[in-house]
């Protein structure tokens, strides 16, 4: 009996060490991925690794944010498709880790992506619903620079009769910028996303 104990233990840290090393090698493919096809492969590929980890919170993050960034590069028309399946997993996910700004951040990415989708009909109820998840991540985790990123880029996809524009979101983008350089991540899986993004805003807005 303990021989059987021993080696279904072995066999389940086996498996957690190889499942670790998979998810970093998928989120530095992450790291490098342009295309919607990429970004979906990529999410299957972590939701494997979620499903044999039912409480690997950061397996389920980046197979949220997968779905999301393949949204975000998607036609419009295919965006709600994988939208609805990172939000299926950000659900998961946040009976999983509860208070963490992280996962409060990307809900809110995701409520932005939705509005690209029908930006008259959605930009109220969606930029409402983001700019709360974003707000809570501030006061869970002020330094982080994916906060400052995505108010910027709130405002920099908002038309100026909205308190929006190039002029407003610059600052921000500058003060993301700055706040990536200093802020130090908890781990290698942990997010890092959004600071080459920022600079691809940013210089656009001079």
Known sequence: MYKY??????????????????????????????TSFTFERLAKETEQIASLQANNWLAHYWCSFNYAAAAYVAPRVNRDGFLDKAQSMLDKLSRLKKDEAEVLLLQSWIYSIRITVAPGSRIKEFGTMSNIAREKAYVLDPQNPRY????????????????????????????????????????????????AQAKELLDTCY
């Open 148 to 195: 400052y990123f995505l108010k910027a880029s709130s405002l920099y996809f908002s038309p100026p009769f909205m308190g929006g524009g190039k002029s407003k979101a610059k600052p921000l983008f500058e003060e993301a910028i700055t706040k990536f350089k200093l802020y130090h991540s908890k781990g290698d899986l942990y997010p890092k996303w959004g600071k």
């Open 5 to 34: 104990v021993l080696l279904v233990g072995l066999i389940y840290f086996t498996c957690s060490v190889k499942a670790g090393t998979s998810l970093k090698n998928l989120i530095s493919q992450s790291d490098t991925a342009t």
